[in-house]
């Protein structure tokens, strides 16, 4: 049974580009959530997606959007990259919500040079 | 706002020895508390969920108290290993679905 993957592990963009990253969820997991964990802080949550929907917006600048397909996968996107959104991304999966237990990817580490 | 704070930091115990890592949150109005492991330059493994309605969990040599009046909840750790170190971080979620963490407790299991 195939956990929750991410792509690409690791990247390096220039202020002002644009990146996008990706989710699969873990199988028949049906909500995915988004998080920036920058070096030495606990993770923040960016949004959440269920049923190919927003349903809940961390405090984050509208630079930073996401989808969800509907076999549950996902994107986050960040528009202007600033050298401030260097973090570790992290995607979570859960059944039915996020009041279930959470499963983490192993995460994508963004640099913005 | 909820705002979660784990003390200490860090943590650096001999092997074998039993050790209680710390979180509080500032509202008591949460659905569920979960204690994470992150290894470092992975993501986070669950290693219990406490429900608000829950006192503890327990899994192996992990036991998780939650007091959700006094916003504190403990990870007590036994016989602690080498493999045990990793930072570990507890979450909470409020009755809106947001989960919000700790900075994380840092631990070094020395052999």
């Known amino acids: 049974d195939a956990g929750v993957t991410q792509s690409p592990t690791h990247l390096i963009k220039t202020r002002g580009q644009q990146v996008t990253l990706r989710c699969s969820p873990k199988s028949g997991h049906d909500t995915v959530s988004w998080y920036q964990q920058a070096l030495g802080q606990g993770p923040q949550f960016i949004f959440q997606y269920y049923e190919e929907e927003e349903r809940q917006r961390g405090n984050f600048p509208d630079r930073f959007s996401g989808h969800q397909f509907p076999n549950y996968s996902s994107e986050l996107n960040v528009n202007a990259l600033l050298l401030g959104d260097s973090a570790l991304y992290l995607c979570?999966?859960?059944?039915?919500?996020?009041?279930?237990?959470?499963?983490f990817g192993e995460g994508s580490w963004l640099t913005v040079v | 706002k909820q705002e979660v704070t784990q003390i200490p930091a860090a943590l650096s115990v001999p092997e074998g020895e039993n050790l209680v890592l710390n979180c509080s949150f500032t509202?008591?109005?949460?659905?569920?508390l979960q204690w994470f492991r992150q290894d470092p330059g992975k993501g986070l493994t669950s290693l219990l969920l406490?429900?608000?309605?829950?006192r503890e969990q327990t899994s192996g040599r992990l036991n998780a108290s939650l007091d959700k009046s006094s916003g504190r909840s403990t990870l007590y750790i036994a016989a602690s290993q080498p493999g045990d170190s990793a930072t570990y971080l507890c979450a909470v979620t409020g009755n809106n679905n947001d989960m919000r963490f700790g900075a994380g407790t840092r631990l070094t299991v020395k052999p």
């Open positions: 509202d008591s109005a949460i659905y569920n």
């Open positions: 979570a999966s859960s059944l039915g919500g996020p009041r279930n237990t959470i499963y």
């Open positions: 406490i429900q608000s309605s829950q």
